[in-house]
């Protein structure tokens, strides 16, 4: 099955978005036809890795299609039923790889909904009108109010251990205790109850903000959104997210800045950015510049071309990464990002590029970065560098790399610190004086740190053929482990504990022969055989 | 196997420790034949449980009876090699259970190392005379120095990788980045290098702190050691452990002051307390109260039941705490030794309390702390309380908790914070209010938030049974991953990370074909064919 990841509002099955010039309201009706694969149907509004990419999308395109929107409120169209989380079929039936990259999806969508609610002041609220359960209760969680509908029926729940002895893996359990700061006891209690939480305990134990009763849940959710509505957003006009559409062969997906070459006999795959053409002037209002915009349209492309690589690629274990331009123009552009941040059409642009950024670093693919003479490795475009497992630069030659305004915060990683400052962990004086700026050939950028290897047009060739060589024999299970731990040092957050801790959990879960093996849980939910568990504790 | 955990230097069969005033030696000579279990040899100081054991024994031996020493060598004894890590043939037989449990309980015994260093004053350094692979070179990332002899042959190395497909699990790559400050992409080139990095380069890389010729190693390591050494602790007179020799029977471990007793056809165990009969005045040489006194003798009791708990009894699924004596004698008991945790004796019985509690918030198994009339669950034994997964409160009788001196921050979790700034995330006003002091009956305990429940005598039996009956039918897989995500909310430490990320990594890739399976790399390590992988990236 190869996925795509572009849609649009006209062309969604399972949900419908309707903006006023305050609010807009995204509406889950799952089209239970409508899966992703054969072989499930997804009733009761539970998702497919289809219904999230709607959702994803969405959320997207209110914060650039959409800017003057202040609130949105996640609605269900069914009766009763907000949500009832992941389909469970699917999950059953998919493979680990699948599995685990769905769930690293659905979060980062719920990260969006967050990144927007903090830093766009585009502010979630879930309007609960009926019961919400596992990943559905996540995507509550996800929004910066919870309302829930209090009529002694209506639940939140994270039935996921319970039913299916597997975990909520889209950040719920983290949510829960570090997010909402729900006591460890009564987390313990709500994640192990199948039924959930309802009513006014559910207010008191903090899984939800307030209940409302049906004849008044309407009233409740319109007072709480009016109250969030910033007057100020009102002037925005947004910009049109054209499709990105790229030609697509067996061996190669060509975007307009971005190309991704595909050696699937070597597991190789080269992902080479050319740099701008040129350096608009920024207008005063920034959002004339449009969806071709090179730096919206270029980490778009490179959103879309990770994706790909996680679903469709899953044998590709490396991928190199190269760039081609000026490295001038990039320092330039990022300078002008920087000096007009407080505009918003800017701000979502950096804010994306951000986002993009992080979705590399949890890829879990490895990543080398080639810096040869025409590169253009610059401030945001270094980041991908940074973010690559090793960065290759040919010495002797005129290959330059330049760290700019970029490089200092404004595109931070999961772990809150900029990729400078996570690199130099033990040396914060001088990650903060590479990101002042400065541009480097290959012997100063080895002094400073900021390449792993520089061999000279000699050893080249043959220095990156035994390391690529290398990297595509290791253990690609060990070798994930490893990125998973090294790439994100110093400090935690709430989202890094999801992707770290959690979802490494979940992986173990997920392959456990009590979740997937022919009597376990997750085989056989919906069955009429109960599941068999091997009881040892590990 | 039923493995037991008490020993003493006169049984070592795989160490040598030797002490003077200053300075102790401990010499690693592995006695090949000397394995836990039939079937591997421990060749090359390469180490198992067993060899484990040992280690954790003399460290904690030479905290109580040897406080006057201030600096441990930790040495080889043999030629050009100092370990070559944990054995694989022993790992590569052993059921995933055990290598969970082995990696957990190595990486604790390390981290009462970094804790001997830290808090007691007592600074360990790595002498490494050779080769220092894998589990070895996380050994010497324990102690506070390394020290490499540079003699173009002795390297250090994660070789895990490459060999075996899995991961230095012994927070081999956490300590790279966290503790050492490693850069990232240093340490990917590192942890994927077989052969390691020796001399300058090792150096240069933070690997290890200094390297020495071999003709001036010694020197070396006797100039360090001599610079370490704090002439005050020079008049102290150490505490002998006696053994604690427990009575076990099939269904009871029986010690001085509690009892473990086994329900295996349920999966249940009950850990019973025996409150302290009486508070002895401290005396001005606190060591004087001896291996006796009653929280050092209880809370070596309660690591040797865990670790019973966790290696001989796997099918144990929970662990219900109950406690039985005065809690104003408990009250009393730890306001003594907050007051006197200046006296290096004291200091030692809070810190070995404080790595006992952590030793429980690790352990794979649900605890839930039942609080009925006579019951002493006061301070430091309520720290036992806040540290399981739930509190059961009988309400309506005789039944009280308090909280003390201890229940501040000298008994800290992993990640940092008190059990109660953890259990209390969101409200550390509350917290601190009641970490100064006070007795609740049920409703109070209740309201206050210190327990999850409190039935009444009516309900009490029922409640339990259903609460018992559901927690045992559940996933213990799925309780495992929920456990290790909600047990440590807040920040995030090098030991959290340690046990949250690498651990749920390595437990992940540990069950993963690519390892174990028939063509898997640690199942065939020393064996002529070359591991086979699925390529497919998860």
Chains 1, 2 share one sequence.
Request: with cysteine.
């Amino acid at each position: 099955m190869s996925v795509t990841f572009e849609t649009h509002p006209s062309r969604y099955r399972h949900w419908k978005l309707e903006t006023a010039p305050d609010h807009a309201r995204l509406t889950m009706k799952v089209d239970e036809a409508g899966g992703l694969s054969p072989g499930y149907a997804l009733k009761l509004n539970s998702y497919d890795l289809g219904v999230d990419i709607e959702l994803a999308d969405a959320v997207m395109r209110l914060r650039f299609e959409h800017p003057e929107v202040s609130v949105v409120t996640i609605e269900s169209a069914l009766d009763g039923m907000f949500c009832a989380g992941a389909n469970i079929f699917m999950l059953a039936h998919a493979d680990h790889g699948f599995k685990v990259n769905f769930c690293k999806f659905t979060n980062e969508t719920r990260l969006a909904i967050e990144d927007a609610s903090a830093n766009s002041g585009q502010r979630y609220v879930a309007a609960l009108n009926g019961t919400c359960s596992g990943g559905g209760y996540e995507l509550a969680l996800a929004c910066e109010e919870i309302i829930l509908v209090n009529d002694r029926r209506s639940a939140v729940s994270l039935p996921e251990i319970a039913y299916l002895g597997v975990l909520p893996g889209t950040g719920g359990l983290t949510r829960l205790v570090d997010k909402r700061k729900v006591r460890r006891d009564l987390a313990d209690v709500f994640a192990t109850l199948a039924e959930g939480v309802r009513g006014a305990r559910a207010v008191k134990w903090g899984l939800v903000d307030a209940v409302a009763p049906r004849s008044r849940f309407a009233e409740a959710v319109a007072e709480r959104v009016a109250s969030l509505v910033d007057p100020a957003r009102a002037g925005r006009a947004g910009v049109a997210l054209d499709a990105l559409a790229p030609a697509e062969s067996g061996t190669e997906i060509r975007y307009r800045h971005l190309t991704l070459r595909l050696d699937l006999s070597r597991r190789l795959a080269e992902l080479s950015i050319d740099g701008p053409q040129g350096v608009p002037a920024i207008p005063a209002e920034a959002a004339a510049l449009g969806a071709d915009f090179y730096p919206l349209r270029l980490f778009r492309e490179i959103d879309d071309a990770l994706l790909r690589l996680r679903f469709n690629y899953p044998a590709i274990g490396l991928v190199l990464i190269k760039s081609a331009g000026s490295l001038d123009r990039v320092v330039e552009l990022d300078r002008a990002l920087w000096k007009r941040r407080g505009d918003w059409f800017v701000n979502e642009t950096l804010l994306l590029m951000k986002r993009v950024l992080k979705r590399l670093d949890l890829t879990a693919k490895s990543f080398f970065a080639l810096v040869e003479p025409g590169s253009c490795f610059a401030g945001s475009m270094f980041e991908l560098a940074l973010a690559a497992d090793r960065i290759y630069m040919k010495s002797g030659v005129d290959a330059r790399i330049a760290t700019g305004a970029l490089n200092g915060g404004a595109l931070p990683m999961g772990n809150g610190l900029s990729r400078l400052e996570t690199r130099f962990i033990a040396d914060p004086a001088r990650a903060a004086a590479l990101a002042a700026g400065g541009t480097f050939d290959a012997d100063a950028a080895l002094a400073a740190g900021l390449v792993t290897a520089a061999p000279d047009e000699l050893d080249w060739e043959e220095e990156l053929r035994l390391a690529i060589g290398e990297r595509l024999s290791l253990s690609p299970d060990a070798l994930t482990g490893m990125e998973a731990s090294i790439r994100f040092a110093g400090p935690e957050t709430m989202e890094t504990r999801i992707f770290g801790r959690l979802s490494a959990w979940q992986n173990w879960i997920f392959q456990r022969p009590n979740a997937i093996g022919e009597h376990g849980a997750l085989k056989l939910y919906g069955q009429p055989q109960s599941p068999q568990f091997d009881y040892t504790r590990t």
